[in-house]
């Protein structure tokens, strides 16, 4: 193969966009093969920006079956992505999915053992790995310079929503429709990245408020704590109610602490380990003499979504590992699964989750969620209800 024929799958927001950037050959040995949406007029505007003759479909299963497409992007609503994933998988095709990898880690996990058996390239939209500053904290955990990690931080109030945009579409922020709020539409790149750099904590335990702010019925407003296995302690603070936001991400260690923002790396770096020096000073008013370095990083986001989809391609052709595997993308789900589980139960929740007990929750506030997706037609099923008027059909 010496050019990745890629088809998209939804023309919403994101889908747009990785149309517009493929028709335009940025991304180096592929091309765009074809897209798929089961609004017409959605179609029609991909013609528009493309070209007259782009093979378009209605069905997903019609664009999989076509043999037009090596590759597909899934941008299509949370809970289809596992299932269309699954399907790709079936019929021989690499996948790269939008976030999140699913609603609740049962389905994800699923689609992650069908991505194994497939032997295909599976790859997941964390374009935020590619950012300069987050790719350095990494290497710097990684290298241990700040030895063993002792707290992590990080509040991601920037997610500013008005009731305009949870107005924009009756599936917004409901259970059955997107199946969580800023945990699993605004914050799955912040979990992501929390665990990509510092890891995955053991256990959570979280305050999580549903319409707090917003006329919703999911999360609008999260503070959680999470420990992990080597004792250290997290705070996880975010909602999209908070004009102005803050978005600092400190991580501390035995040598310093790490400050991450406004797009800038600082590490207040110790002269001596602070438990060494802890157990051997006598001076019971002293610390650590510590050096401020400004971490020279490059400027910008670095290539986001291009990157990783040219990441993914340059996987496809000659084996390279992936940036964002598609198979991590269960672990940023399983800290928001847990946090809302902690809500809920009002208790500490363990990682990994307890999948039937998430999902037996879920389903208790999608059955009287605002939107009733027990009105579609025979098509995609989710807990033996029928929704594929609300995802369509595939």
Same mark, same amino acid.
């Given at each position: 193969?010496?050019? +990745? ?13 990785? /149309?517009? =950037?493929?028709?335009?050959?940025? /991304?180096?040995?592929? *091309? ?7 609004? !017409?007029?959605?179609?029609? &505007? ?12 209605? %069905?997903? *299963? ?11 992007? /899934?941008?299509?609503?949370? =809970? ?23 609603? =609740? ?15 295909? +390239? ?8 590619? #950012?300069? +500053?987050?790719?350095?904290? @990494? ?23 008005? $009731? ?81 936001? #803050? ?32 157990? #051997? #000073? ?21 290539? $986001? ?14 084996? %390279?590992?992936?940036? &964002? ?5 269960? @672990?940023?789900? %399983? ?16 990682? !990994? ?16 969620? @605002?939107?009733?997706?027990? $009105? &579609? !037609? ?17």
């Amino acid at each position: 193969m010496e050019k +990745v024929r890629i088809g998209v799958i939804g023309v919403g927001n994101m889908g747009y966009w990785h /149309i517009q =950037y493929l028709h335009k050959n940025e /991304i180096e040995n592929a *091309e765009l093969a074809a897209v798929c949406d089961i609004n !017409p007029q959605k179609l029609e &505007a991909a013609r528009n920006i493309t070209r007259a003759d782009l093979p378009c479909f209605e %069905s997903a *299963e019609e664009l999989m079956k076509s043999g037009l497409c090596d590759a597909i992007i /899934i941008a299509v609503p949370h =809970y289809l992505h596992p299932p269309m994933a699954i399907a790709a998988f079936e019929h021989g095709l690499h996948v790269l999915t939008e976030k999140p990898a699913g609603v =609740y880690t049962k389905q994800v996990r699923e689609m992650n053992e069908a991505a194994e058996r497939s032997g295909k +390239v599976f790859g997941i939209m964390y374009n935020q790995r590619t #950012t300069p +500053v987050y790719q350095k904290m @990494r290497e710097m955990i990684q290298n241990g310079e700040l030895g063993a990690i002792k707290r992590t931080n990080w509040i991601i109030t920037n997610w500013y929503r008005t $009731q305009a945009y949870y107005n924009s579409g009756s599936w917004r922020a409901s259970w059955a429709g997107e199946g969580g709020g800023v945990l699993l539409n605004q914050c799955p790149h912040n979990l992501d990245l929390w665990q990509w750099i510092a890891g995955t904590p053991k256990r959570v335990f979280a305050k999580c408020d549903f319409g707090k702010y917003h006329d919703i019925e999911v999360e609008d407003d999260v503070t959680a704590i999470v420990e992990y296995e080597n004792g250290a302690t997290g705070v996880f603070v975010t909602t999209t109610g908070d004009a102005p936001g #803050t978005n600092r991400f400190e991580i501390s260690g035995e040598m310093g602490k790490l400050i991450c923002e406004g797009g800038k790396l600082v590490f207040y770096k110790n002269e001596m380990n602070e438990r060494e020096f802890n157990a #051997t #000073t006598t001076n019971g008013f002293s610390a650590p003499k510590t050096t401020r370095i400004e971490i020279d990083v490059e400027s910008g986001n670095g290539p $986001q979504h291009a990157g990783i989809t040219q990441d993914f391609v340059n996987a496809i052709l000659s084996g %390279s590992p992936l940036l &964002a595997p598609g198979i991590e993308g269960i @672990r940023g789900l %399983s800290i928001s699964n847990a946090m809302l589980l902690s809500t809920w139960t009002g208790d500490w929740v363990d990682i !990994p989750v307890d999948e039937e007990k998430y999902l037996s929750e879920l389903e208790k506030r999608i059955a009287t969620s @605002r939107y009733k997706p027990e $009105q &579609a !037609p025979v098509g995609t099923k989710f807990s033996g209800v029928d929704m594929s008027k609300h995802f369509g059909k595939f």
